[in-house]
Every structure is written in structure tokens, then in C-alpha cells.
């Protein structure tokens, strides 16, 4: 099948798949837009909201419908790494037999992660990264394709320790969510105290979303376009040779490399979800803010001025 083809299919896929996830989610189409791009390119995603934003049934409905296998993990100040990679136990022939954790999944929901300590966030490090864990020095591989969608409560500051740069960077996109509009809420109301069950039908496979992601890494990008992406996460730290003052006064550290890899493949999935052959400019300025916004770090000044991450990246485009 030719790409041209394979680009239609995707195109008419996700406009079904939207409208599948729409039968139990309503509204958040941005939202769900961001987490469905960083599935078609391989990346993970952070979710920030208050509670109560249906996080978790949006993932698990996500799941659902692209027929993965969903695990759920609490994060809790107590939980340690081997509640989440697995551990080895000595079984009856007094053998160690590895038991695997709920990390072996394809979609990990690692709910409220800054609930728990440094050590068992790097747990999930080396899984996102590597997409393998390491257990008593011997290394398993993952089930492709995977994902971490992780959820971050942004009011409740105590008991929380606050996720190192190091990881937030290997987060694809930092998603807020926002509180529903009034009619939203009223369809929610609506649909959730009644005894009707929906039932949501599976449009992908493992197989299907890993040639999404080998289809999107082909689709051809201009070279002015890949010079403007790095051109704007260049933009983006401070002391650098033609940085805006603007920055050089609110931002302490800005986006890495990673930002610009990223930046160009969610160009490239954006585009084609929108039936485009080839990203342009806008593709990059579209979904710029998930992508930069955790990675620029503020400083006080920016903090006492009530400057925030999406007006310094809006300043920069």
C-alpha cells in the first residue's frame, strides 16, 4: 500500500475514532487530539488537571477503542519501584521466577505521579525511554506499541514532590486540561446518571498503530520548516546569541533538542491527521504549546509578574 493510500486510511481512521471516544468523552477535543498525536508518533504524554476532569476514563476510553492493553497505577507517597516493574519470587522448586509488574502494558496510566518519590518515578525512566526494564541485572523488553500517559494535579502542592526536568523531558506533551463549558457539563450530568451503557468498538490493533507510527517518520517535512522548529526551541533559552529580551527576563532554562525532534514529528502526525502530504509552519505552530510548555523553566520574576509558560511561548511565535 502506498503512502498516499495509507495517509486517506489514517485520515477516515481517526475521524471515526474521534467520534467513538465522543459517544463517553465529551468535549476535550484538543485534548484528546494531543494524546492521539503523541500515540501516532511514539511519544508519552503528561495531563494536568484538577480532579475530577475524567483523566483516567479518557485514557481508559482511548484505550479501548485502539484495542490496547490499559494498565492503571495509583502513585501513592508508599509505592515502590517493584510495585511497578515486577519482582522476582522464589517459587515451589525454590527457582527465581520473575513476576512481571503493570508496567507490562501498552497504554500505562501512571496516575498523579508527583504523588510519589523521586526513586520509584525513575522506575518508569528507563520504561519510557528504553522502552525495557532491568530486574536483578537481567533486561525485558516491552510490549510495542507503549505509552505513558501520566496525570499530574497541579492545586493539591502538599505530599507532592515535583517531577525533575530530566523526566518531564521525556514527556512529548504536557496537556492541560480545563473545566468543562456549561453545556458540556450539562451533556456530562446528562449521560453519566443514566443506566445506559455504551458500548465502544475497536478501530486499531497493536500491529495497525506501530505502521502509523513507521508511515508518519516517512512523511517528507521541508527543510525551512525543520529550521523554523529548532529556530523556535533555540528561541526559547535565554543568554543565547539574538535571544529576545523578553526571555532573557522571564526564563531561567529552555527547551533541549528533544523539543525539536518532537516538534517536527507532531508536525508531521498533525498534518496528516488534517490530510496534508507535508507539514508546513502552521503544523509546527499548532501544537508548539503541548510541546514546549514543561519544557521552559520561569524564574521569579516571571512567577511575581504572573507571566505564564503559554504567554512566553506565544511572545516567541
Known amino acids: 500500500m502506498s503512502d ?8 477516515k481512521k481517526h475521524q471515526a475514532l474521534k467520534k467513538e471516544i465522543a459517544k463517553v468523552i465529551v468535549g476535550q477535543d484538543k485534548v484528546i487530539e494531543q494524546i492521539l498525536l503523541s500515540i501516532y508518533t511514539g511519544g508519552h504524554s503528561l495531563l494536568i488537571g484538577v480532579p475530577g476532569l475524567a483523566k483516567t476514563l479518557m485514557v481508559n476510553t482511548i ?28 517459587d515451589q522448586n525454590r527457582n527465581f521466577k520473575f513476576i512481571m509488574g503493570p508496567v507490562f502494558g501498552n497504554i500505562i496510566l501512571a496516575d498523579e505521579i508527583n ?25 525485558y523488553k516491552l510490549n510495542r506499541p507503549y505509552f505513558v500517559l501520566a496525570t499530574q494535579n497541579p492545586i493539591e502542592q ?57 508511515l508518519i517518520r516517512r512523511i517528507p517535512i521541508p527543510d525551512n520548516v525543520v529550521d523554523y522548529a529548532v529556530r ?16 532573557n527576563n522571564y526564563v531561567d532554562w529552555g527547551a533541549g533538542p528533544r523539543a525539536s525532534q518532537n516538534l517536527v514529528l507532531a508536525a508531521k502526525a498533525h498534518a496528516v491527521i488534517h490530510g496534508k502530504f ?40
Open 115 to 139: 504523588r510519589t518519590p523521586p526513586k520509584t518515578q525513575a522506575a518508569l525512566l528507563e520504561a519510557m525511554q528504553e522502552r525495557a526494564v532491568t530486574i536483578a541485572g537481567k533486561q
Open 63 to 90: 484505550a479501548q477503542t485502539l484495542g490496547l492493553d490499559f494498565k492503571r497505577i495509583q502513585f501513592t507517597p508508599d509505592l515502590m519501584p517493584s510495585d511497578i516493574l515486577g519482582s522476582e519470587v522464589l
Open 158 to 214: 502538599e505530599g507532592t514532590y515535583p517531577l525533575p526536568e530530566a523526566q518531564l523531558d521525556r514527556f512529548m506533551f504536557a496537556i492541560e486540561l480545563k473545566y468543562p463549558s456549561i453545556e458540556e457539563e450539562i451533556q456530562v450530568v446528562k449521560s453519566t446518571t443514566s443506566d445506559e451503557e455504551v458500548q465502544l468498538s475497536t478501530l486499531f490493533d497493536a500491529d495497525e498503530i506501530i505502521a502509523v507510527q513507521h
Open 278 to 317: 507535508s507539514p508546513d509552519i502552521e503544523d509546527i505552530k499548532a501544537v508548539s504549546t503541548g510541546i514546549l510548555r514543561h519544557r521552559i523553566l520561569k524564574n521569579y520574576k516571571a512567577e511575581a509578574e504572573g507571566i505564564s509558560e503559554e504567554k512566553i511561548i506565544s511572545e516567541l511565535l
Open 4 to 11: 498516499v493510500v495509507a495517509v486517506e486510511n489514517l485520515v
Open 232 to 247: 523556535l526551541v533555540n528561541r526559547t533559552r535565554p543568554g543565547q546569541e539574538g535571544s529576545l529580551d523578553f526571555v
